[in-house]
């Protein structure tokens, strides 16, 4: 039997809005993020599945999000892993960025 989640129609799942999601993670006060590869066969400067990360609350709205293809800060290239800690204050999001061999590291903002 499948439950509705109640997150279907929510931006978490646009069809736009993820291509190829690796991995998944989730603080302690449920906000959902997810580690995106995105598709190389695309043009690199299109806006449409780039890779990267993406936050969303925990009714599937998407809250942040740092996409892009390249080897630049803030740009991915086959991003793999992500890991969250715990708490809102001071959170860092560490991203496994394989294609360009290094953890990446982001420090969020609630403001």
Not at 41 to 69: E, N
Request: aromatic share 12%; net charge negative.
């Amino acid at each position: 039997m499948i439950t509705n989640t109640g997150l279907i129609g929510t931006d978490l799942y646009s069809a736009n809005q993820i291509w190829n999601p690796e991995d998944i993670a989730l603080d302690r006060q449920g906000f959902i993020f997810i580690v995106d590869t995105g598709d190389s066969t695309i043009a690199q400067d299109s806006t449409l599945y780039q890779p990267g990360f993406y936050r969303f609350s925990t009714t599937g709205t998407l809250l942040q999000s740092v996409t892009g293809f390249g080897s630049e800060p803030k740009k991915f290239k086959n991003p793999k892993g992500i890991a969250v800690t715990p708490f809102l204050d001071d959170q860092m999001v560490y991203v496994a960025d394989t294609g360009n061999n290094r953890i990446m590291i982001f420090r969020l903002s609630t403001n």
